[in-house]
């Protein structure tokens, strides 16, 4: 039972690079998010989805973009990659009416540089 | 003003205190509240949560919730070295039920 796959676990970029960080889930979850964690700052909403083909804003998303074209996979993609971007990103997945329970992947650690 | 508040800590304490970790919060609409716990390098994962008022308790641990203070609060008994992680509140509206909003973590320290 694999749960929330994230790769890559680390990635250096430098500035205006562009990248994809790939998330999976396996437990037909509608829900997906993306979040990014920066040292005493908590978990900020970057995106999220309730199903395939519908994703919507959430509160950091400038300089992000995704798509959801299956139940399972919901890609973050990271164009003109800024020094202000690094973080670590965790993606998560939920069922609906029990969001309170999220599901995290292990997180991907990008610097850019 | 954040909309929710946590202590960043870092806090340690021995081994087989009782550790107590809150937040405040500004949003009167919120009434889902979670405790999620995270250790280092991984991702969090949900240990308690509370709808609306009121106490629960599992375990060692007991989340308080006073709608009226608008505080939340974790107590954990007997710690263990074991709960050495990152502990952060989260809450949510009924409304707009997908988005939640997390705390700035607590980083608590058990020592043996």
């Known amino acids: 039972n694999a749960g929330v796959t994230q790769t890559p676990k680390f990635r250096i970029l430098k500035i205006g690079q562009s990248m994809t960080l790939q998330c999976a889930q396996d437990?037909?979850?509608?829900?997906m998010y993306w979040y990014r964690q920066d040292p005493g700052m908590g978990l900020k909403l970057i995106y999220y989805?309730?199903?395939?083909?519908?994703?919507d804003k959430g509160e950091v998303p400038n300089g992000y973009n995704v798509s959801r074209s299956t139940t399972e996979d919901f890609p973050l993609r990271l164009e003109l990659a800024a020094p202000s971007q690094t973080s670590v990103y965790f993606c998560?997945?939920?069922?609906?009416?029990?969001?309170?329970?999220?599901?995290f992947g292990s997180g991907t650690q990008l610097s850019v540089l | 003003q954040k909309e929710v508040e946590q202590d960043p800590g870092p806090l340690s304490v021995p081994e087989g205190a009782i550790v107590s970790l809150n937040c405040t919060y500004s949003?009167?609409?919120?009434?889902?509240f979670m405790w999620y716990r995270q250790y280092s390098r991984k991702g969090p994962e949900l240990l308690m949560y509370?709808?609306?008022?009121g106490n629960k308790e599992d375990g060692r641990f007991t989340a308080q919730v006073d709608k009226s203070s608008k505080y939340i609060s974790l107590f954990i008994r007997d710690s263990q070295p074991s709960d050495s992680a990152t502990y952060l509140c989260?809450?949510?509206?009924?409304?707009?039920?997908?988005?939640?909003?997390f705390g700035q973590g607590t980083r608590l320290t058990i020592n043996p």
């Open positions: 998560a997945s939920s069922s609906p009416g029990t969001n309170e329970k999220l599901f």
């Open positions: 437990m037909n979850h509608n829900y």
């Open positions: 989805s309730v199903g395939a083909g519908i994703t």
């Open positions: 949003n009167s609409a919120f009434q889902y």
């Open positions: 509370t709808y609306s008022s």
């Open positions: 989260a809450m949510r509206l009924i409304q707009g039920a997908q988005k939640l909003v």
